[in-house]
């Protein structure tokens, strides 16, 4: 199960992005969870591709588990070990990775050390609405705020 947090709890604006960020925000989370995405299940294998100091790591695959987005189960070829893999939560972080690794390539990195195929091409994805099957557009886009007390400008004054 998946950790789940009360955003009216929140420091500041109540909002899921930050809550997703208190649980991969980390700096060591998403290289951890990319590692097992491709089917890096080994704790040294998680280590040496991530290049992250081994306590760190050990913490925050800890805290992965413990939020529900990984899980430790026995490894196929030795029994006597655990892996790390994906839960449903870990698997929907997918597209927010391959995005992230686009805007990497586009805004940060001097080239692009990889990519990512779809079949025999280059993946280009775009965002359809559900609702209508229309492509989303960013100026299509707004938010609407659910907790009373805010609005876009931040909380409201009480008169």
Not at 137 to 144: A, K, Q, S, T
Request: with cysteine.
């Amino acid at each position: 199960m998946t950790t789940r947090i009360d955003p009216r709890d929140m420091a500041g604006r109540p909002c899921s992005l930050a809550a997703a960020l208190q649980i991969v925000g980390d700096r060591w989370a998403l290289p951890a969870i990319r590692e097992v995405m491709l089917g890096n299940h080994r704790f040294r294998q998680i280590a040496r591709n991530t290049g992250a100091p081994t306590d760190r790591l050990a913490a925050r695959l800890k805290a992965l588990v413990d939020s529900g987005v990984l899980e430790r189960r026995p490894l196929p070829d030795d029994g006597r070990y655990s892996g790390y893999y994906l839960t449903e939560a870990g698997r929907d972080l997918g597209a927010i990775t391959r995005e992230l690794i686009g805007w990497g390539d586009r805004w940060v990195v001097t080239a692009p050390p990889s990519r990512i195929r779809h079949r025999d091409h280059d993946l280009v994805t775009h965002t359809v609405c559900e609702t209508c099957g229309e492509q989303v557009h960013g100026e299509d886009v707004h938010r609407e705020e659910l907790l009373p007390g805010w609005d876009e400008s931040g909380p409201l004054q009480a008169p």
